[in-house]
């Protein structure tokens, strides 16, 4: 029997399946912080087949609280086997039940877990984008509802073999790190979020009040309008673990140039040394050291896809290890991340695309940031007082 802290990690048995109590805490922070499941809310639990000892958690403590789960569950091959033999029309395809539950859910929950972070690696990159093309409808369903506050989302990972290896972390290495980021070793995990969501409501409240914004680091100095923009508070409610601040940048007011320090990783594809140059909002050069073709496709997935649709800064200084993993990655303290194509509307963003993908940029030497001129940020934290 292994203890980290206050929690004894011995296996116990939902289902009769063997797990450890740190999943079923975490299914209870999920479930009762992060979505405020109630009863009789309808709950859509997704997840691939690694994560099934998270799913059957969620569903229990659903249960348990009088909630109407249901599960829909990805299987790697299927989804290669689509891709690669599929027709136009297939990859493209919607099943109208999925539709139907995005219409319809109260809230939804969306579990990462890889059996192989690499099964898409020959896939063809245009394939890639006609999925994403076909999916811009149901995303579109869930935006809408979500900036309208008629869905509650999130999403959180739950450790497996393959995204240990990505991370370069035995698996038990890897729980620990996984848990260690939500702070599920805590006594009270929530009231611990609760806390950084005081702390960045102040920042957020800042920067409501700015109208332009400046990133200057290495290879980058880049500029925007954030005026009238929303600036979003990430605590734990819609990405567990969390800790970032994001908006929405003014569709047409990017200009500058910005080298971004970690790879960018698409559907388990590598994109490294990635350099992006603006003007009026627009990508207009675009290259990378490694993966470029898949660069450069993603950028024609549609017209939204050459604007930004988020610019944001990692807040979460116990994550300090690049795992190739987004979800912790973008989190990163000392970072600044941006998005290619869809905008967030509850930021007031406009853009829209059938993709959203994020870039990370370390700050921690040479980065600052600037808010109507004003330096507000200087090697990775914040000088806002």
Request: glycine residues 8%.
């Amino acid at each position: 029997m292994r203890f980290y802290g206050i929690i004894s990690i011995e296996p116990f048995l939902i289902g009769g399946l063997k797990m450890d109590r740190r999943i079923e805490k975490l299914a209870d922070v999920l479930l009762n912080y992060s979505l405020k499941i109630k009863k009789g809310d309808k709950l859509l639990i997704s997840g691939g087949e690694a994560t099934l000892p998270l799913i059957k958690a969620v569903y229990k403590k659903a249960i348990e609280l009088g909630a109407f789960p249901q599960v829909d569950i990805g299987i790697e091959d299927l989804t290669e086997m689509l891709l690669k033999y599929g027709s136009e029309e297939q990859i493209t395809y919607v099943p109208e039940s999925q539709k139907r539950a995005f219409e319809t859910v109260d809230a939804i929950l969306t579990i990462w877990g890889d059996v192989n972070t690499r099964f898409l690696t020959n896939v063809d990159a245009s394939k890639m984008k006609l999925r994403s093309r076909g999916r811009k409808e149901l995303m579109e369903i869930f935006h809408k509802r979500m900036a309208n506050k008629e869905l509650r989302w999130c999403g959180t990972q739950f450790p497996t073999h393959a995204n240990a290896q990505e991370a370069s972390m035995s698996l038990s290495e890897y729980e620990d790190f996984v848990y260690g980021a939500g702070f599920i070793y805590e006594d009270d995990p929530v009231a611990r979020w609760m806390q950084i969501k005081k702390e960045q409501e102040k920042i957020c409240e800042y920067l409501n009040k700015k109208e332009t914004l400046r990133i200057v680091s290495k290879d980058t100095d880049i500029t925007m309008s954030i005026k009238g923009r929303k600036w979003i508070n990430c605590c734990g409610e819609e990405n567990f673990p969390d800790g970032e601040v994001f908006t929405s940048p003014v569709e047409d007011s990017v200009n500058g140039y910005i080298r971004f320090s970690f790879p960018g990783i698409y559907a388990g594809r590598e994109i490294e040394d990635i350099y992006l140059e603006f003007k009026d909002g627009k990508v207009v050069k675009a290259k990378a050291a490694k993966g470029e073709d898949l660069l450069l496709e993603l950028l024609e997935t549609d017209e939204g896809a050459k604007f930004l649709g988020e610019v944001a800064i990692g807040t979460n200084y116990g994550i300090q290890k690049f795992t190739k993993n987004m979800l912790f990655d973008e989190k990163i303290g000392g970072t600044i991340h941006l998005a290619i194509g869809r905008a967030f509307p509850e930021a007031g963003g406009k853009n829209m695309s059938s993709i959203h993908w994020d870039m990370l940029c370390d700050m921690k030497e040479e980065g600052k940031i600037y808010a109507d001129g004003e330096l507000i940020y200087e090697k990775g934290q914040f000088l806002i007082k």
